[in-house]
């Protein structure tokens, strides 16, 4: 938790953008001014709406698409899947706890121009063991995720 250092009232007046020199959000309001730290980085700014009483502690979380590619967000916001494309992302890392690492990257079809999101799964394990936890994962993705944004999602795999 971190407590705001001025009272910022229940009404917000502006909310000024990320100053990437300091890392942080300036928050204008009636009550005054507050700082709020944030994570984000000028290429990827944090969007942060804080509605609080005066001298309420407030938690700030950093967005969960600060640890996507800017092009896979942009790209995401662009098509409206950003939720779905985070959910297939987390949903591969719950399928996959022993992953040696699950990436997402958007990928284009050089010949034909398609494009899509792809979460890319990097495991050691048996092909069959595998194989269960990817159909596994697939039968997940297509129970939580609409039909419309798996178009745009790939989930793929490197076997080591």
Known sequence: MSAL???VSHRMEQLAPPNPQ????VLEGVGGQSRVKFSGSPAMPAIVIIIASPGT???????????LPAEVVAYSENHRILPEVLRAFELAKQHFP??????????READTGSEWVEVKVKIEAEVTEFLDKYDQCMREWEKSIPAEALDFLCLTYHLI
């Open 22 to 25: 300091y890392g942080e959000i």
């Open 57 to 67: 502690q407030v938690q700030v979380v950093e967005p969960r698409y600060n640890s």
């Open 98 to 107: 022993t992953a040696e690492k699950v990436s997402v990257r958007f990928a």
């Open 5 to 7: 250092s001025d009272p």
